[in-house]
């Protein structure tokens, strides 16, 4: 139940005094945060949107309401939500075969592509290597060419018989809403979410975006303080299904409202049927060993609690950027986190907490954390080795002084493969460690267990699985 509604509680000068304390303490430039609740008893609704420091660092441009922030992977629960539009139109059910929609791609080629469903991809259990971020260019024909080239990401388990956070798979979806609508899927996304909600402010390309006061991302060098405009922060349009989208705080807020509302949208138009608002934020996976952000995940959305109260949400991150989108039905409260830069995971994290107790009246939990020094580390001989996925690997060794390191590898291209190497820590559960590049950095989550019969490291949310001397070498 929520809390009474009271003036205080949506005073925009107080939360805008509390970012700006938080964005100083964790080196943030810019916020932009707000929550929507609607009063179980009267239906009456109240919102407040707060906002503190900068856009961009280096112009000098400040951040406000209506500033246009990256959603970044919260996109995911827009392309979710077409999906379920089509199923109530019969064009899909959820056992529906992406290869039978897709029949000239990898998913009709290969044992394991021809048996994933479309329940399959919206909860991250199709066994597709998840980050394959290739750019194929600004045509309409971008989703298209990228979901051909998937052949070259070897699997990480059968499909059903595993979880591992897959982008990839949502791109899949995008295509398949792209052959269903017949329209690319930026269209869609304008015709089926933006016009039914009569959002304004809720573009997929960046010339929509040049004319809109935008929260560019910030980052800096492992152990530097200093904090910069990214060179780049917008992701290739062809996995736009996955994280593309850009919104201000509001537009956010008005999708998240949908859904307190059992899907109604403006005007007497529905986004969803109060069915498949429900079906959405029904149980799909339960993640085990992959539990770094919830323990269960539904048709796009994590699926949690505090303390009691129910909560579906999504996060996004992109280039300098870290987004939160929080929707906790049972009290009809909408919460929208953006961080542009700093140590935004515990900026955000501590927003958030600020805002459930207020609002929800609850915490959110604490997050993981170290039970020991690095010298404390034991990691079992047969969980050394190196693993990866298609973008990523890990390789994990005792160095000459016998303590347990991880080196991180990413990317594909050797002009800008980076390499990082950190120290293992333990936690309470004999099979999980953390690490951080620095202390400015945030915990993450390294965790050894067996997937579909393969041993396999789960680093936050990706499985990535060991290889054998020779792959390791390649």
């Known amino acids: 139940m929520t809390n009474p509604l009271n003036t205080l509680a949506f005073d925009t000068a107080r939360w805008e005094q509390f970012l700006g304390e938080t964005a100083r303490r964790h080196h943030v430039p810019g916020i932009v945060a707000g929550v929507l609740r609607i009063d179980e008893a009267t239906g009456r609704e109240q919102r407040f949107v707060a906002s503190t420091g900068l856009a961009n660092n280096r112009t000098g441009v400040e951040t406000t309401r209506d500033t246009l922030c990256q959603i970044g992977s919260v996109t995911k629960i827009i392309t979710a939500t077409m999906i379920m539009q089509l199923r109530e139109e019969g064009k899909l059910e959820l056992e ?148 593309i989208i850009n919104s201000s705080v509001d537009d956010l807020l008005d999708f998240g409202r949908s859904f307190l509302r059992g899907g109604l949208g403006v005007a007497g138009t529905n986004v969803l049927s109060p069915e498949s608002v429900e079906l959405m934020a029904q149980v799909q996976a339960d993640l085990g060993d992959a539990d770094a952000l919830s323990p269960q995940w539904g048709l796009g959305w994590i699926l949690d609690e505090w303390e009691g109260h129910r909560l579906f949400w999504h996060g996004g991150t992109t280039v300098g950027n870290k987004a939160w989108f929080q929707v906790l039905p049972d009290d009809g409260v909408v919460i929208v986190v953006f961080c542009n830069g700093g140590i935004a995971n515990r900026a955000g994290g501590e927003i958030v907490e600020a805002f459930a107790r207020e609002f929800v009246g609850a915490s959110t939990g604490a997050g993981v954390s170290p039970s020991g020094p690095a010298s404390e580390t034991v990691v079992k001989d047969e969980w050394l080795g190196t693993y990866g996925d298609f973008i990523t690997s890990v390789e994990v060794f005792k160095a000459e002084d016998g303590q347990v390191k991880a080196k991180l590898t990413q990317g594909l291209d050797p002009s800008s493969v980076t390499s990082t190497l950190f120290d293992i820590l333990p936690t309470a559960k004999p099979n999980r460690f953390v690490s951080r590049p620095d202390s400015l950095s945030t915990w993450s989550q390294l965790t050894f267990t067996t997937v579909d019969g393969h041993p396999c490291l789960y680093a936050d949310i990706r499985c990535l699985r060991k290889r054998d001397e020779a792959e390791a070498a390649a």
Not at 143 to 170: Q, R
Not at 219 to 243: E, F, H, I
């Open 96 to 243: 529906t075969l992406a290869s039978e929609l897709l029949p000239d791609t990898p998913l009709s080629t290969t044992d394991d592509g021809s048996k994933i469903t479309i329940r399959h991809l919206l909860s991250h259990t199709s066994g597709i290597n998840g980050d394959v971020f290739t750019d194929t260019g600004r045509g309409d024909d971008c989703i298209e060419k990228y979901v051909a080239l998937l052949k070259d990401a070897e699997p990480l388990f059968s499909p059903g018989n595993g979880w591992s956070y897959c982008n990839s798979g949502w791109v899949v979806l995008g295509r398949i809403i792209e052959l269903l609508d017949g329209r690319t899927w930026d269209a869609s996304v304008q015709a089926r979410i933006s016009q039914r909600l009569d959002l304004h402010q809720f573009l997929t390309m960046p010339e929509q975006i040049m004319s809109h006061r935008y929260q560019h991302g910030h980052t800096r060098d492992t152990g530097s303080k200093d904090w910069v405009p990214a060179p780049t922060t917008a992701l290739p349009r062809s996995v736009g299904p996955a994280g």
